[in-house]
């Protein structure tokens, strides 16, 4: 089983709508999540964490994560094309060490 | 810009020579790392550095690799003989100890035909 498991889609949304992008992970000790956008052929790009449980907003964004399920989601409001990406759920192995597990990424496509 | 640098972007190169990618970190940052993403992947671990100090090495790390981070402040790394399936986006990034977030440059993308 890998750390941390993600579908990897594609996943096809019309513009507006409410995107939900999800991973699971299994070891219990992880305690930061991180989710990072990927453009084709760019760097992965940092776009919010969260520690422990609980909700983390940031304008059209909602990163959320539930430790009793072992399960992290991004929400994307009011979806627009140029948020169509690879979205890729992270955490690191150990404490506030930043050495990064990944999911595969799951990619987004926002039509007009 | 103050971001991670990585240089170069694209490297072609040839079955059995070797190549080394560059990788500035931003500026105050003193861990830095390097993770290689073949496609339809996340982003691999290959090896870490606090300063100087090459503290872990993934077992992907075969003994071709090797890293480099000199004076602490840029990196490099090096692929002897490269093997067709060494092709692969390598990223950088780098992060300040204690945080848990890393920033990512945007990579080096080498193809070996």
């Known amino acids: 089983q890998k750390e941390v498991e993600q579908d990897p889609g594609p996943l096809s949304v019309p513009e507006g709508a409410i995107v939900s992008l999800n991973c699971t992970y299994s070891?219990?000790?992880?305690?930061?999540f991180m989710w990072y956008r990927q453009y084709s052929r760019k760097g992965p790009e940092l776009l919010m964490y969260?520690?422990?449980?609980g909700n983390k907003e940031d304008g059209r964004f909602t990163a959320q994560v539930d430790k009793s399920s072992k399960y992290i989601s991004l929400f994307i409001r009011d979806s627009q094309p140029s948020d169509s990406a690879t979205y890729l759920c992270?955490?690191?192995?150990?404490?506030?060490?930043?050495?990064?597990?990944f999911g595969t990424g799951t990619r987004l496509q926002v039509t007009l | 810009d103050t971001g991670v640098s990585q240089n170069p972007r694209h490297k072609i190169t040839k079955r059995g020579q070797n190549v080394t990618f560059r990788c500035d970190p931003i500026?105050?940052?003193?861990?830095l790392y390097w993770y290689r993403q073949t496609l339809g992947q996340g982003p691999e671990f290959l090896t870490y550095?606090?300063?100087?100090?090459?503290?872990?090495k993934s077992r992907l790390l075969s003994d071709r690799f090797s890293a480099e981070r000199p004076k602490g402040s840029f990196s490099t790394l090096e692929i002897q003989r490269t093997e067709q399936g060494d092709s692969a986006m390598y990223l950088c990034?780098?992060?300040?100890?204690?945080?848990?977030?890393?920033?990512f440059g945007q990579g080096t993308r080498l193809t070996v035909v």
């Open positions: 969260t520690y422990s449980s």
């Open positions: 990034a780098s992060s300040s100890q204690g945080a848990p977030e890393a920033f």
């Open positions: 500026s105050e940052h003193n861990r």
């Open positions: 550095f606090q300063n100087e100090a090459q503290l872990e």
């Open positions: 992270a955490t690191p192995f150990s404490g506030t060490a930043s050495k990064l597990t």
């Open positions: 070891n219990s000790a992880f305690q930061y």
